[in-house]
């Protein structure tokens, strides 16, 4: 039995078929993972994502030391509230884990980072934090849950203090607010706006049914995939790791080379990598042949590449996916799918954006 | 509870076959088989004409989430298959023992259903 959620008995009454998730027995879906995906890129979707680990960094050199330990710099973080994805490293430049960090004050941040990766995470963490005047916290009292979709805010609003709701819709994106108990801040990972909602566990399970009961459906983790794949998101383990950098991740945007004395973790290496030419790149594929894309499928395109994460796009009909490719691939692939070379084109992900196709 | 029609023959791996009068088969995958994969999205049936044996591959479902294979539960010839799945793989979700079929198979020998399991055989894999 893995770890559960204090949602979870909810799930189960809701429907949820229960799959294991990183060690947690997490919904895959209520029924229909596609009605699910299109209930967020047309309307309004939550998921239970109390897996997810929150970690809050406090102390005076809580800047620094964030400054030292992430590819892209808190520095740039100057009104309360705004919030910041990025990459930790380790001394090779290969991916710790990519995570959110909020900016509450200047002493004060909060990070989001993934479940399956939350051990080693915070034994990173804690081990780096030595030489800082700071302290680490895993708020493991704390739960989430993310309403995304067009109209995810406005019904969400319903089951915020009446007086607290106006402050949660003036929110601008990538920017979050603590308002009374709860956490709201908007952001996602679906490509559709929302809020990410952190909120003390023994309300988590009342506040997941009043925004059932605004309408909001239940999505599960299988929606969430989708979501973020057509979003052109990654996702941490699938498409990039330890052993690949940002650099070979579409991630380059996310590493702030200035300030140039800025010495985080992984800086050299990237340096090397950026000097001597990057050998990989990931890009979206888009399938013109039928079939699914998968991860670890075979691409050929100027040598061989690999599909890290391919589905089904229940927006585009079609199938979608990212690849690590060769730098020199160019404009169309080919794809082993069981024996058969397959053609994909390559885009630029996102494929969906804001209920649109893009590609 | 899923729904196993008592007129049919059933593998374990979940594929079912109706007995046609002309003795060929047509095989397609169950309602608990389609509810436990959910929503399809695509399905490669084998071509017609080629040859199966009992327990092969032969043909691909995937849902969103992953692709399974279906096993020929009978060997002989590929004579006909489900071409409507190719634009509406859901048909297997919306209706699996009807519209949703997915190959007609020519037997070699008609007493290989003999060792299929019947309705209630297979339910009873499903409660274990």
Redesign the interface.
Known sequence: MGKKTVIHDVHVEQGARMVDFGGWDMPVHYGSQIEEHHAVRTDAGMFDVSHMTVVDVEGPAAASYLQHLLANDVGKLTSPGKALYGCMLNEDGGVIDDLITYFLSDQRYRMVVNAATRDKDLAWLEARATAFDVEITERSDLSMIAVQGPNAREKAATCLPEDQREAALSLSPFFAAQLEDLFVARTGYTGEDGWEIIVPSDRAGELWLCLAAAGIRPCGLGARDTLRLEAGMNLYGSDMDETTTPLESGLGWTVAWDPRDRQFIGRDALEAQRREGVPRKLVGLLLEDRGVLRAHQTVYADGEGEVTSGTFSPTLSRSIGLARVPVGAGDTVEVDIRGKRLTARVVRPPFVRHGKARV | MSDVPGDLKYTKSHEWVREEDDGSVIVGITDHAQSAL??L??V?APETGSEVSAGDACA?V??????SDVYSPVTGEVIEANDAL?DSPELVNQDPYGDGWIMRIQLADPTELEDMLDAKAYEATLED
Request: proline fraction near 0%; hydrophobic fraction near 55%.
């Open positions: 959910g929503d999205v695509f490669e691909v995937e849902s969103v989430k992953a692709a190719a």
